[in-house]
């Protein structure tokens, strides 16, 4: 397809090479989660009616996320088909020399972007339960972890495209016929694999518990304590990435023969 590449060999992903990067994406996210707690929720970040931008409709958030993209498309973000931009409306073309990126996903399914859906989960049943209620008024480092958190949470998400594409690579044949059926249920039950995802919930847990420990060098400090509560980082893995991550694998997998 379309992109000339120069000569080099085609990367291609397999389903053991997707699964890796999303255990160096929990890392990520993970870390991401760290830095928001470090600011209580600051409500006026996600309140269009404290913000008073010249010009600009929205929140703060919204302001940030907008703007920030515009300049990261500009920088080449989203030739990688791992980014998917908030806004995709309007964003400008890369400036950049286009580097000839694995053309791997099919073209008609590597347009699905549900950052819509992320966006308003995060807001809405993310933020109450791993951020402390309160207000010490920084709400532009507050938008500014937001926006790295976000965009970890949405790349974890439509990695599921990656992980979809993979699987149907292996075993086109057991795909090929619940793809034609239309049939979403089957194709969950077969892309699922729960032993993996059980794993998936243990570890992020106990990379919680040691990323996220305090690091005393004082020997008598009773109790450790951690930044984010491992535990609310397991919940918000199998409540909402997993979940989220399968459904986009489903997505991609009914247009994958368009
Ligand atoms: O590792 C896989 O096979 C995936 O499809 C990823 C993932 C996940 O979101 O972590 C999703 C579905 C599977 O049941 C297991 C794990």
New binding site residues.
């Given amino acids: 397809g379309g992109v000339q590449n120069g000569g080099k060999a085609e990367y291609n992903y397999t389903?053991d090479s997707?699964?890796a990067s999303?255990v160096r994406q929990e890392d990520t996210i993970i870390f991401g989660l760290i830095e928001r707690a470090r600011f209580p929720l600051n409500s006026p970040t996600y309140n269009q009616s404290y913000a008073s931008i010249p010009q600009f409709r929205g929140t703060l958030l919204d302001f940030l996320v907008r703007d920030t993209e515009v300049i990261q498309a500009k920088a080449g973000r989203y030739t990688n088909l791992e980014e998917n931009p908030f806004f995709p409306e309007n964003l400008p073309p890369s400036v950049e020399p286009h580097y000839p990126f694995s053309q791997f996903l099919h073209p008609s399914a590597a347009m699905i972007n549900i950052n819509n859906v992320i966006w308003k989960l995060y807001i809405d049943e993310l933020l109450p339960i791993f951020v402390a209620s309160g207000d010490d008024g920084n709400y532009a480092q507050t938008a500014a972890t937001d926006l790295s958190l976000l965009q970890a949470i949405s790349r974890r998400i439509h990695y599921?495209k990656f992980?979809?594409e993979a699987?149907f690579r292996e075993s086109p044949k057991g795909y090929e016929p619940l793809i034609r059926a239309k049939d979403k249920e089957a194709l969950m039950k077969l892309?699922?694999?729960?032993s993996?995802?059980e794993m998936?919930v243990k570890r992020v847990k106990k990379k919680a518990m040691v990323l996220g420990q305090e690091v005393s060098l004082d020997r008598n400090v009773k109790g450790i304590k951690y930044k984010v509560d491992p535990s609310v980082v397991s919940f918000l893995?199998q409540k909402w990435?997993?979940p989220l991550?399968?459904n986009v694998?489903v997505e991609y997998l009914l247009s994958r023969l368009d």
Wanted: overall charge neutral; glycine content about 4%; charged content about 30%.
């Fill in positions: 389903v997707a699964r999303l599921g992980i979809a699987k892309l699922t694999i729960e993996v995802e998936v893995y990435l997993i991550t399968k694998e």
